[in-house]
């Protein structure tokens, strides 16, 4: 699709948008708070469209996202706070700068390099909580919190960073780790165990532990 068409379609979206919170009842009763549920479910089932390897459902979910997007912006700029514009230029601004192997002269040879030259570079940006665990969110679900505070721990040097396997090799390690989870899940039922409340338990003391060390 060439960029005139793209930029035809994403201005119909936005007109599409301004015109349910003018008009719609339920458009006009919403903020961010009621709104990013929604968005959460929405991210969740992109998820699960592109595991599925589903095509038309992943161009489906994609545009259920694309709205939240937009919606979100639109409460940003009714109150002055931003546009879409800004939020665009938000990122592009962003991902210039921790892209350095891109768009400067840094090299990195690796996904992993990557993932942790852009972990250095984000500690470094104004308003960032400080700490090798800084801005991570309690409220993850307890699978992402706990992955999320190891690459924090990974990328400062801490434990061990994770190799790159080839395309094959993920494949059987995706399969492998989920039998795996799932015996663990089946084993903290039979223990009488809630397995959510026990990984964020087991994650939040591995941050403890590691937070003094790492932090400044």
Same mark, same amino acid.
């Given at each position: ?20 919170r003018?008009?719609c ?5 919403q903020?961010?708070?009621s709104i990013?549920?929604h968005t959460v ?14 095509d ?15 919606? $979100?912006?639109?409460?940003?700029e009714?109150? /002055? *706070?931003? &546009?879409l514009? @800004?939020v665009? =230029?938000?990122c592009?601004q962003? +991902?210039?700068r921790r892209?350095p192997?891109?768009f400067?002269?840094v ?17 470094t ?6 700490g090798i ?24 040097? $801490? ?6 396997? /080839? *395309?094959? &090799?993920?494949? @059987?390690?995706? =399969?492998?780790?989920?039998?795996r +989870? ?9 223990l009488r165990?809630?397995p959510?409340?026990a990984?964020r338990a087991a ?13 400044p």
């Amino acid at each position: 699709m060439s960029a005139p068409a793209i930029t035809d379609a994403l201005t119909r979206l936005d007109a599409l948008t301004r015109r349910l919170r003018a008009e719609c009842p339920w458009d006009r009763e919403q903020d961010e708070r009621s709104i990013v549920p929604h968005t959460v479910e929405e991210a969740y089932e992109l998820a699960d469209a592109a595991n599925a390897g589903d095509d038309a459902k992943l161009l489906d979910e994609l545009g259920d996202v694309l709205f939240q997007v937009y919606f $979100l912006a639109l409460l940003l700029e009714e109150r /002055g *706070a931003g &546009d879409l514009a @800004a939020v665009a =230029e938000h990122c592009r601004q962003k +991902l210039i700068r921790r892209h350095p192997h891109v768009f400067g002269d840094v090299e990195a040879e690796s996904a992993g390099e990557v993932l942790r030259n852009w972990d250095r570079i984000k500690s470094t940006e104004a308003g960032r909580e400080p700490g090798i665990f800084g801005e991570v969110p309690e409220n993850l679900p307890a699978l992402l919190y706990a992955r999320k505070v190891q690459r924090r721990a990974a990328t400062a040097g $801490l434990i061990e960073p994770a190799p790159a396997p /080839g *395309a094959t &090799d993920r494949d @059987a390690a995706f =399969e492998e780790i989920g039998e795996r +989870l799932f015996a663990a899940v089946d084993e903290a039922r039979r223990l009488r165990v809630d397995p959510e409340l026990a990984l964020r338990a087991a994650a939040q003391r591995f941050r403890d532990r590691l937070s003094h060390q790492g932090d400044p």
